[in-house]
């Protein structure tokens, strides 16, 4: 366990990449809690936005933001290949997700030419922040990507609200009755994977130019990442009921996740232990909740007994 001033010390950096990766948990969130749908899509998308925002800033010269648009176009077009195999040719959603996942590996290796790009010469849209600015780089971080998300979550908030947007929150809800009223529910999933990998390909962007490498292997147990901080979210703010909130709180627990890791890593645990960390965190909170129910329903049972 390390004193507690290199705890303070490290929650800026934690905070500020729980923010850049609650713009993934945001990509998470349409596929899992809207379309019910684990994208295993999200594992290689999150490392292409990162490959491609390399390539392009390092080798082609290119600027720090023309590279994130690009990382999200190439994160909404791997979506959108995910979608085409599970609604066109019928593969199961998570099959379809793994086989993008894997052909995304060897894309990866071949958009950069190696496992990994360096950008410590390069400019970055956090080294021209903090020249400008003259803070640190964890704050700049911190404040861009709290701005991106809130504008996100901003447009996230309209497009649902729009006759498109219900019809692909109905869709998850009831794919058989919005089908019955003549919607065509494949390419509402179509569209939702290919925008959640958008974001997703955002996100790995953004993480890649604030540590400033890219890494084919970066985005590896992303979706649990994901999945984590939604359902600290859920656990956090399960008493809101406005699409909106919910998602500011699915980036606050990302926020909370990253937080926590820190202490994890200060409590002096290895930190090669945060995947199992993760998937434990995400068990537990999806079990527990379904234990209480049946705990609950058989005492009411009990209590009450049989019905005629």
Same mark, same amino acid.
């Given at each position: 366990m390390g004193n507690i001033g290199a705890l303070f010390q490290a929650l800026p950096g934690a905070v500020s990449q729980g923010v850049l990766w609650g713009i993934m948990v945001l990509g998470v969130y349409i596929t899992f809690k809207i379309l019910d749908i684990a994208d295993l899509t999200v594992d290689g998308s999150f490392a292409l936005g990162g490959c491609v925002c390399a390539l392009l800033v390092v080798e082609k010269g290119r600027g720090p933001v023309e590279a994130l648009l690009m990382a999200t176009l190439a994160g909404f077009i791997a979506g959108a290949v995910t979608g085409i195999l599970h609604t066109l040719c019928d593969i199961p959603a998570i099959l379809a997700g793994i086989l993008t996942?894997?052909?995304?590996? @060897?894309?990866?290796?071949?958009?950069?030419?190696? @496992?990994? =790009?360096?950008?410590?010469?390069?400019? =970055?849209?956090? @080294?021209?922040?903090?020249?400008v600015s003259g803070m640190p780089q964890s704050t700049v971080a911190m404040v861009t990507g709290i701005v991106i998300a809130v504008l996100l979550i901003l447009f996230l908030y309209w497009l649902f609200g729009t006759e498109l947007g219900c019809t692909l929150r109905a869709t998850g809800n009831n794919e058989d009755m919005i089908r019955a009223l003549g919607r065509n529910t494949k390419t509402a999933k179509l569209i939702a994977l290919a925008i959640s990998n958008a974001l997703v390909g955002l996100s790995g962007a953004l993480v890649c130019q604030s540590q400033k490498y890219a890494d084919i292997g970066m985005g590896t147990g992303a979706i649990v990442i994901g999945l984590a901080a939604i359902v600290i979210g859920d656990v956090l703010f399960g008493w809101v009921r406005s699409f909106g909130s919910k998602l500011m709180a699915a980036v606050v627990g990302s926020v909370v996740y990253f937080v926590i890791r820190a202490i994890v890593l200060w409590l002096g645990m290895d930190a090669n232990d945060m995947k199992l960390i993760s998937a434990i965190i995400v068990a537990l909170a999806l079990c527990i909740p379904v234990f209480i129910n049946k705990w609950r329903n058989y005492h009411s049972y009990s209590e009450e007994g049989p019905t005629c």
């Open positions: 996942q894997i052909a995304l590996w @060897s894309i990866n290796l071949r958009v950069m030419g190696k @496992s990994n =790009t360096p950008l410590l010469k390069v400019d =970055t849209i956090f @080294s021209k922040l903090v020249a």
